[in-house]
């Protein structure tokens, strides 16, 4: 990571997976010489990453068992609201202030985590209703109650995938009601 002073560390991270709406996967797809990237609804249990699939499609002939995929997650960006359209007025009449405007103006905060993890298809039927049940807890936990009749209906034809964690990393850029960045480790 080329700025270390805004990595975070593994329990943000994980804080970042666990509220992200989805983390996107890139695949390489060798028969068209191109990367194939998309979002999943993944859910974080322990060291693992859970989504699923159907059981056919472009996804499914990509993703290999046994193989390391890289994952990001964004779970808040933001453009800082800390100065007002006279604020920015007044500081652009002093030449020596633009940097300080770029660096408060025209960014983003944001908290995102980054993955690299080993790829196996799960086959062990507890498993995959462990992954499912915690897929669709964070997915539509209003829905619970339909939770088994739905995977008795659709269980078979889905596959669920787990990316073993190798690295993870977290980084975020954030400013203080004063302006200032946040360093690594400081929250406020």
């Known amino acids: ?28 797809d060798e028969k068209n010489q191109e990367t194939y990237s998309l979002p999943l609804s993944i859910v974080r249990v322990e060291n693992t990453l859970y989504f699923h699939s159907a059981k056919s499609g472009r996804k499914v002939e990509l993703l290999k068992e046994g193989n390391v995929y890289g994952l990001s997650f964004v779970s808040w960006n933001e453009v800082p609201k800390i100065l007002t359209n006279e604020d920015i007025k007044e500081m652009i009449k002093d030449k020596t202030k633009i940097p300080r405007l770029l660096s408060r103006v025209f960014t983003t905060q944001f908290a995102s985590a980054t ?15 462990m992954a499912m049940e915690k897929i669709c807890k964070k997915y539509t936990r209003d829905k619970m109650e339909f939770f088994t009749m ?4 659709g269980g078979p034809r889905i596959n669920v995938y787990a990316l073993d964690i190798i690295t993870i990393q977290g980084k975020r850029k954030q400013l203080d009601s004063s302006g200032e960045e946040m360093k690594w480790g400081r929250m406020e």
């Open 115 to 129: 993955v690299k993890a080993k790829c196996r298809i799960v086959t062990d039927e507890k498993e995959i209703l």
């Open 1 to 28: 990571m080329r700025r270390k002073d805004r990595e975070m560390d593994r329990e943000f991270a994980n804080g970042v997976i666990d509220s992200s709406s989805f983390g996107s996967i890139a695949l390489w």
């Open 150 to 153: 739905a995977m008795e209906a």
